[in-house]
């Protein structure tokens, strides 16, 4: 189903959520006006009467809007990435870390979550013979998903500066039959191409970086003119205003989220999508945000696996896990608690964003420096 913004987080849901959940009371200034950085029509959306329409699977809302920015030229022979970040960024602490078990988690993840970037890059224009950069590739599922849609004639190259991940990200590859996706271990200040992309493209990775403007800015070099760039990322506003009759599952959530926070991570970084993409000189994007719903235990038990992977930085924090109860016996608490409720619990939604590069003169003056 397509609804308007609203009818996934209405201004009476967004407000109940910013004032009570207990991290963000401590933050209102940053937050307060987030969905407000879309367009006049999609804010403007947050004060009309629509009613939410619930499906037990899935919420889905789109918006579309235009705007200023500015083409930047690919030279002949080697293109470098040049995104500027400082040394704190360099060794900022990636806080889901790269164990085996994280590992499954995201591979399990991708699993929920492919048919919603599927849907984003279909519609963003990726299709057969592209060749398309994936930024941030973790163990490989957005890389291998792109390759089946760019088919043997297209390519796919996956940028991922864990050499764990890459290991794991190569086996899988080779094991589904994929010759056309190769992986680089580099940093994102770092991509180096000879020839320019089709499409740049990356799932869950803008949200980790300290400046995501630039790193865009940059990549939109790697693209040629005319080219796509699509990317998804979190908002967790919406988990908390659907689980309001989830105290177990809030809590949980909103030590995720301040976990990431305090590691340097954006949680809200879906939202700021819009305006990210014209901070790198590009169109404003097409925007879309579905959230995945559900109440079996594979489901209730993502939410465990995730505080299961942040844990040593939760303590390296000095978060406290006390409002979780039992750590050993949450999993089943959280399914009984969801039970009890004869309702489904929420992932974070899942914010979507795509524009085509400028294919006219540079607009140097309307660039974002």
Known sequence: MRVGICSLITQTLARKWFWSDPYRQANRSDHKFRVADH???????????????????????????????????????????????????????????????????????AARVAPLTERLFREAGIGPGQRVLDLGSGVGDVAMLV?????????????????????????????????????????????????????????????????????????????????????????????????????????????????????????????????IFQEAGLPAPAMQMEVPLGDDPDFIRWIYDVVCSLRPQIEQLNLSLETL???????ERLQAEVAASNGVASWMAVVGAWTRKWTGEPLSSRATD
């Open 39 to 109: 367009s006049p029509r999609m804010r403007d959306s947050l004060h009309t009467d629509e009613r939410r329409n619930l499906d037990c699977h899935m919420y889905r809302c789109q918006a579309a809007a235009s705007g200023w920015g500015a083409i930047r030229y690919l030279d002949q022979g080697m293109v470098i990435s040049t995104a500027k970040m400082t040394e704190t960024s360099r060794a900022s602490q990636y806080a889901l870390g790269s164990t085996d078990a994280e590992h499954e988690r995201l591979i399990r993840q």
């Open 147 to 275: 390759a089946r849609l760019v088919g043997p004639s297209g390519e796919v190259v996956g940028i991922e500066r864990d050499p764990l991940s890459i290991a794991r990200a190569r086996a899988r590859a080779a094991e589904a039959g994929l010759h056309n996706v190769s992986f680089t271990q580099s940093d994102v200040s770092q991509v180096a191409s000879t020839k320019p992309f089709d499409a740049a493209v990356g799932r869950f990775i803008l949200m980790f970086l300290p400046d995501p403007a630039a790193v865009l800015r940059s990549l939109s070099q790697l693209v040629r003119p005319g080219g796509i760039l699509a990317f998804q990322d979190p908002s967790w506003a919406p988990i908390f205003a659907i689980s309001t009759q989830l105290p177990l599952w809030s809590a949980a959530a909103s030590l995720m989220c301040e976990t990431f926070r305090r590691s340097g991570a954006n949680p809200e970084m879906g939202l700021a999508l819009y305006r």
């Open 325 to 331: 109860g039992d750590f050993a016996t949450l999993p």
